[in-house]
C-alpha cells in the first residue's frame, strides 16, 4: 500500500481558548484594615488562525491531526494581576486553501499568498474582577464575571492550488516531462498512465523579475465526469489559473487520437466547470520526433482550426516557443531581463 502524501480536502475541528473567570478578592495587607477590592481579570482565549505558507504542499498534516486547539485564557488574580492571555494555535497551511463552515455551508475565507493569515475560530473573552464593580456607594464588591467561551467551528477546507498556467491533457502525454523543461521541477516521468497522482507546481523563471507558476495536473480521461480514471478530482487544481496550456500526444501512442483527445478534454473542462472552458488557452503538439506524428497533426489542423505550437517534450524541441507563448500572454509589451 502507498503511504498518504498529498490530502486537498479535510474536515477539522477548531476549538478556540475559553476566556479566563475574572476574580474577587480584597487586599490583605498589615495596617490596611479595609483594603478594598483587587480582583484582577481573566485572559482572553487564545484564537485558531489559518496561516498560508509556500513551503506546506498540502493538507497532509491536518488530515492526521484534524483537531486543533488554542490555548485558554488563566483565571485573574489578586493584588489587581491579570490572568495570562491563552496562547494563539495557528496552523500552516498550503496556498489556495478554502474554508467552509461545514455546519451552515458559509464560505469563511481562504489564504492565497505566502504569509496570509485567518481567523477560523475566536477565543472567548476574559472576565472582569470585582476591581470593576467598585463604585463611591459599593467598596466592597464580591461581583466578578466569568470569561466567556472560545468558539468551536466545524470547517471543511479545500486546498486548489494557486498558480498562473495549468497542464491539461490525457495521461502520457507528456506533461510531467514538459514541466521538467520549463522548469526546476523534477515531477516524475514514465511510459504509464497515471504517473502523476497530484499536482506539481513548478516555477517558469524567465528573469528575476518575471516569473511564472505552472501546475501538472494529473492526466484526464473521456468521462472523467463520471469518475473515469482519477476523475475531475484534481481539476479544481486549475480552477485558479489563468491560462491552460493543452498537451497532445500527436503520436497518438496507444491507439490515441489527439484530435479526439483534444474535443474530450474541452468537454470534460465544460463539464466540470464552465468558466474553465472560458479559460484562454494554446494547443501543444507534442512528441512531434515521432513518425505518425505529422499526419496527425495535418487532421488536427484541419478539424479544428487551432494553431498549435509543435513540440518534442522529451528532446526540448518547442519549448523555447512554448515560453515565449506564455510570456507573451502574461507580460504583453514587456522584454525579457538579461541576467
Ligand atoms: N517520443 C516522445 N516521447 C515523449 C515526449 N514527451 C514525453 N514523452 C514520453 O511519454 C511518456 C509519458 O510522459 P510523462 O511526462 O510522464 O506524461 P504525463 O502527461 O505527465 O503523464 P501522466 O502523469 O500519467 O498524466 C514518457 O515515457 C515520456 O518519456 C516527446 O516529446 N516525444
Ligand atoms: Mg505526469
Do not use: W
Not at 477548531?14 to 476574580?23: P, S
Not at 455546519?103 to 472576565?127: M, R, S
Not at 523534477?186 to 506539481?200: C, D, E, G, N
Amino acid at each position: 500500500m502507498k503511504p498518504i502524501t498529498f490530502v486537498d480536502r479535510v474536515r477539522i475541528q477548531a476549538f478556540a481558548g475559553n476566556g479566563g473567570h475574572g476574580v474577587a478578592t480584597f487586599l490583605r495587607a498589615k495596617f490596611v484594615p479595609h483594603g478594598g477590592p483587587d480582583g484582577g481579570d481573566g485572559g482572553h482565549g487564545g484564537s485558531v488562525y489559518l496561516k498560508a505558507s509556500k513551503d506546506v504542499a498540502s493538507l497532509l498534516d491536518l488530515h492526521f491531526a484534524p483537531i486543533v486547539k488554542a490555548g485558554h485564557g488563566e483565571k485573574g488574580r489578586g493584588q489587581q494581576q491579570y490572568g495570562r492571555g491563552g496562547a494563539d494555535k495557528i496552523v500552516l497551511v498550503p496556498l489556495g486553501t478554502e474554508v467552509v463552515d461545514a455546519e451552515t455551508e458559509e464560505f469563511v475565507g481562504e489564504v492565497l499568498a505566502d504569509g496570509d493569515l485567518l481567523k477560523i475560530a475566536q477565543g472567548g473573552k476574559g472576565g472582569l474582577g470585582n476591581l470593576h464593580f467598585k463604585t463611591s456607594t459599593h467598596q466592597a464588591p464580591t461581583e466578578f464575571t466569568e470569561g466567556t467561551p472560545g468558539e468551536i467551528k466545524t470547517l471543511r477546507l479545500t486546498m486548489k492550488t494557486v498558480a498562473d498556467v495549468g497542464l491539461v491533457g490525457y495521461p502520457n502525454a507528456g506533461k510531467s516531462t514538459l514541466l521538467s523543461q520549463l522548469s526546476a521541477a523534477r515531477p516524475k516521468v514514465a511510459s504509464y498512465p497515471f504517473t502523476t497522482l497530484h499536482p506539481q507546481v513548478g516555477t517558469v523563471m524567465f528573469d528575476p523579475v518575471h516569473t511564472l507558476r505552472v501546475a501538472d495536473v494529473p492526466g484526464l480521461l473521456k468521462d472523467a465526469h463520471k469518475g473515469v480514471g482519477l476523475g475531475h478530482h484534481f481539476l479544481r487544481h486549475i480552477e485558479r489559473t489563468r491560462f491552460l496550456l493543452f498537451v497532445l500526444d500527436m503520436a497518438g501512442t496507444d491507439g490515441r487520437n489527439p484530435t479526439e483527445d483534444f474535443l474530450n478534454l474541452r468537454e470534460e473542462l465544460r463539464l466540470y466547470n464552465p468558466e474553465l472552458d472560458n479559460c484562454p488557452y494554446r494547443v501543444l503538439a507534442n512528441k512531434m520526433d515521432e513518425t505518425a506524428s505529422k499526419k496527425n497533426l495535418a487532421a488536427f489542423k484541419r478539424r479544428t482550426k487551432e494553431k498549435p505550437i509543435e513540440m518534442s517534450a522529451v528532446l526540448g524541441e518547442g519549448v523555447e516557443e512554448v515560453k515565449t507563448c506564455l510570456f507573451e500572454t502574461f507580460f504583453p509589451g514587456e522584454e525579457r531581463i538579461e541576467f
